[in-house]
């Protein structure tokens, strides 16, 4: 199960509730950065070691 994390617009802090424990405003959903580096290199490595299995396969 995935708790979706939540950010305080007013104080920043991030929190899992729905409200803000410090400001007692609703918090809002931090957008995900658009281009992450970090998941594109663990995809490409996922591709890679596929490719190898199927190479292994075929000789
Ligand atoms: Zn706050």
Redesign the pocket.
Known sequence: MVHHIKK?P??G?YTLKEI?P??K?TTISPKPPKYSPFSRLAQYRREALREERERDELI
């Open positions: 305080c007013k104080c802090i803000c410090n400001c405003i």
